[in-house]
């Protein structure tokens, strides 16, 4: 079965609209947990690396003040896509990190469309 | 910076051939190095996971081999079937230069299309 839990897997919403997406990891705690967007056949991009207790790490080019990650407990991180507009519409996946065997878990993705 | 390369870029074979898929990787150094699945709109599957120290790993029809000195790996396919038919993309994770932190570095994937 899956070990991380992302929801929702599709999500639409209207321009200017804030959409929070949620990844949990089932079976582990997870202090590091990876956001990715993924363009169509195109591989993926990472956006952040969130940190449990700790700010998130951004990746040159991805806005901070856009994408907000919160990473509040050892089983869930959450990315906050604000003001959404249809650019932002792409699929995002989240991973989680098993630190005792160096897996990298991931999610299901989350499509999301921006009207 | 990391750079992971995948060859080729799609592949369509009928259903029993043995395949290869290639991954290339710029900087040795790195943790591990995985290969998932991914399926048309959904996430990745972790197929094999080959830790640094190690020269290759086996899961069913599956092998993967590293060779980090030559920053290569394989993903070996024997007997295909329509049902392997995803894109394969190998992943290897390290550490940015001058940061601790760990990340995965994709390669495009590779588009695998098996016919019966």
């Known amino acids: 079965g899956a070990v991380v839990s992302q929801h929702p897997s599709r999500v639409i919403c209207k321009s200017g609209t804030s959409v929070k997406i949620e990844c949990r990891s089932l079976?582990?705690?997870?202090?590091?947990m990876f956001w990715y967007r993924q363009f169509p056949k195109q591989s993926l991009m990472l956006m952040a690396t969130s940190n449990e207790g700790s700010k998130a790490t951004y990746e040159q080019g991805v806005e901070k003040d856009k994408f907000l990650i919160n990473h509040a407990s050892l089983t869930l991180s959450t990315l906050t896509v604000t003001s959404a507009h249809p650019e932002d519409s792409s699929f995002y996946i989240c991973?989680?990190?098993?630190?005792?065997?160096?897996?990298?878990?991931f999610g299901e993705g989350s499509r999301l469309t921006v009207l | 910076k990391q750079e992971v390369t995948q060859i080729p870029a799609a592949l369509s074979v009928p259903e029993g051939e043995n395949l290869v898929l290639n991954c290339s990787f710029t900087?040795?150094?790195?943790?591990?190095l995985q290969w998932f699945r991914q399926d048309p709109g959904k996430g990745l599957t972790s197929l094999l996971l080959i830790q640094s120290s190690q020269r290759e790993q086996t899961s069913g029809r599956l092998n993967a081999s590293l060779d980090k000195s030559s920053g290569r790996s394989t993903l070996y396919i024997a007997a295909s079937q329509p049902g392997d038919s995803a894109t394969y993309l190998c992943?290897?994770?390290?550490?940015?230069?001058?940061?601790?932190?760990?990340?995965?570095?994709f390669g495009r994937g590779t588009q695998l299309t098996v016919w019966p």
């Open positions: 991973s989680a990190y098993r630190e005792n065997t160096g897996e990298l878990f």
């Open positions: 900087d040795s150094a790195i943790y591990n």
């Open positions: 079976d582990f705690q997870a202090t590091t």
């Open positions: 992943a290897a994770f390290g550490a940015d230069r001058g940061s601790t932190l760990g990340r995965l570095y």
